[in-house]
């Protein structure tokens, strides 16, 4: 099969793509497919004339952030009339936009925090929620840009002046606990990650998930197994309510002490490096990376 592999982009999640890109065309070659790597920069018009000249079967997306999950690139795909992995333009668009994501899930019954979407104005003139609670982009992913307000810190019209993400961020209450994650490939939830960031880093922040040693992951988390079970559940009726396709992951915050598990994102595009949270995920399945890799491109295909 003629695959061409999507990468790198133009977001501040770069890096992360070409390493994702870089794995999947490898796990893709072992496969047997013939792949064609396309780095995507600022210019849509030579990413199409790759595009065209490879003239795949179908395309495996590694594109990460703004641009590469948000709908964007999936729109040049559709109006390509090119198959491509993960989820489709309108799924893409939302599950990108925090705001939305919330607005979609508590209509569904799945548990969110407490929270809104406010101004930076509004962020610089007073506190919108009690502390501790957190401060974030309405459509970055891999924890860029997040900060949290705890009680007593005055960094709040700080964080709103140098505020570099929009006009607009995302508030929610922090829930103390334990980070985890549940990833879902088609109708199947797969397992839950207890992901332990190291004892110097303040949460799970862009240099946990992707520095050497930044964090920890336990899969299958130590977890009671009603727990374990609602976190697989919400995962994958997430997945169902945002209309995603291929593979995602939902990040969760678990406090055991009240038993209070809600969802904090989806992500329709998650990490494909060998040892990102799907794929780990998937090995604990008996799924090869590989096979993973495989199963996207094929799935793709079958919409």
Request: glycine share 10%; net charge negative; aromatic share 6%.
């Amino acid at each position: 099969m003629k695959v061409a592999v999507l990468l790198g982009g133009t977001s501040s999640e770069r890096p992360v793509s070409l390493v994702s890109g870089a794995a999947a065309i490898e796990a893709l070659r072992e496969k047997g497919h013939d792949v064609t790597p396309i780095d995507v920069g600022p210019d849509i018009v030579t990413t199409i004339s790759a595009l065209r000249a490879a003239a795949p079967d179908v395309v495996f997306n590694a594109l990460h952030g703004p641009l590469g999950e948000d709908g964007a690139i999936q729109g040049v795909l559709e109006w390509l009339g090119l198959p491509y992995t993960h989820s489709g333009v309108r799924a893409s668009a939302v599950a990108m936009d925090k705001g939305a994501t919330r607005i979609l899930l508590a209509a569904a019954g799945l548990p969110v925090a407490q929270g809104r979407v406010v101004t930076i104005d509004e962020l610089l003139e007073a506190d919108p929620l009690c502390a501790p609670y957190v401060i974030k982009p309405v459509a970055e992913g891999s924890s860029v840009g997040v900060e949290i307000v705890r009680v007593g810190d005055n960094r709040r019209a700080q964080i709103a002046k140098n505020w570099r993400f929009g006009k607009e961020a995302l508030v929610e209450s922090f829930i103390p606990g334990r980070e985890l994650t549940a990833g879902v490939m088609g109708d199947r939830a797969l397992a839950v990650t207890d992901i332990l960031p190291c004892e110097t880093a303040n949460f799970y922040d862009f240099e946990a998930k992707y520095k050497a040693g930044g964090s920890r992951h336990v899969v299958p988390a130590d977890l009671p197994q009603a727990v374990t079970d609602r976190a697989l559940h919400y995962a994958l009726r997430a997945h169902q309510v945002l209309g995603c396709k291929g593979a995602s992951r939902t990040d969760f915050r678990y406090d055991g002490e009240t038993d209070t598990l809600v969802i904090l994102e989806v992500n329709t595009q998650p990490g494909m490096t060998p040892t990102s949270l799907l794929p780990e995920q998937a090995a604990y399945c008996g799924i090869s990376y590989p096979d993973l890799c495989d199963w996207m491109v094929r799935e793709a295909l079958t919409r």
